[in-house]
């Protein structure tokens, strides 16, 4: 990744960038939102619950180069329609798509026998098939851009399984497998497709407590930073997949 220099000087190459963060309202997609606005960009972020829209669209605007930079829109990627009024929405409001970071996710844990059917929807659907829609509805403005991104927030547990885990697991494992083939679909449209695996991240996410609680893990801003360094890296290489980890977890873990 750059260093602190490399970073002042390549983030200004962002100023005028129009991209979408699915799930960003908070937690890792609410960093990445921070970054890319901070760097300059505009962005619509996404989410399902429209206070926490509200009140992240409110934050994103106070260190924003632009006003009117950042707007919120409530979509649930699990809709098909949802998902595509987010993209439109971005194009019409920005005139255009640059970049597309789906991180929307759900992580819902028990062991099979025990996980309900709508347990299982709800997994699949956001983290596997809401990607799917949202891709589907941005690839013709990236091709009318002459290009652009496509970056999916998946996870370590899409190659690491783990008991209890069996729906997270397998929506990130088809996640990942879903990625190289959409890569190696549009490179040759000058789309480029990478996603990030993160392991432990210091956020709420799936209710299991708030960021800050354990040091050792990954901060949502370094997964942030990542989205950034892609975006402005050199056009004749593409880094497909990346994996993150903690430095130092405690002794015994995977993550």
């Known amino acids: 990744m750059a260093t602190d220099t490399q970073l002042s000087s390549g983030r200004m190459a962002l100023g005028g960038r129009i991209s979408v963060v699915t799930g960003g309202s908070r937690g890792i997609g609410f960093a990445i939102a921070?970054?890319?606005?901070?760097?300059?960009?505009?962005?619509?972020?996404?989410?399902?619950?429209?206070?926490?829209?509200?009140?992240?669209?409110?934050?994103?605007?106070?260190?924003?180069?632009?006003?009117?930079?950042?707007?919120?829109?409530?979509?649930?990627?699990?809709?098909?329609?949802?998902?595509?009024?987010a993209i439109d929405t971005a194009v019409r409001r920005f005139g255009g798509l640059d970049v597309l970071v789906n991180n929307a996710g759900v992580g819902l844990f028990a062991e099979v026998e025990g996980l309900s059917v709508a347990d299982w929807d709800q997994?699949?659907?956001?983290?596997?098939?809401?990607?799917?829609?949202?891709?589907?509805?941005?690839?013709?403005?990236?091709r009318s851009r002459g290009g652009g991104w496509i970056i999916n927030i998946s996870s370590l547990a899409g190659k690491n399984s783990f008991a209890g885990g069996a729906a997270y697991c397998a929506s990130k494992a088809g996640l990942n497998a879903f990625s190289e083939s959409l890569m190696q679909e549009v490179r040759h449209d000058n789309i480029r497709v990478s996603y990030i695996m993160p392991g432990s991240v210091s956020t709420g996410f799936s209710g299991r407590g708030a960021g800050g609680e354990a040091d050792w893990k990954i901060a949502p801003a370094d997964i942030a930073e990542i989205v950034v360094d892609l975006i402005t890296f050199p056009a004749r290489s593409l880094p497909s997949r990346i994996e993150l980890r903690p430095s130092r977890p405690p002794t015994g873990s995977k993550k």
């Open 34 to 85: 921070a970054a890319l606005v901070g760097a300059g960009g505009r962005v619509v972020i996404t989410g399902r619950d429209q206070g926490q829209l509200d009140a992240a669209q409110a934050d994103l605007q106070k260190s924003a180069a632009e006003r009117d930079a950042v707007h919120a829109v409530r979509a649930d990627v699990r809709s098909a329609r949802e998902a595509a009024g």
């Open 123 to 142: 997994v699949i659907g956001t983290n596997l098939s809401g990607v799917f829609y949202c891709c589907h509805a941005a690839l013709p403005h990236l």
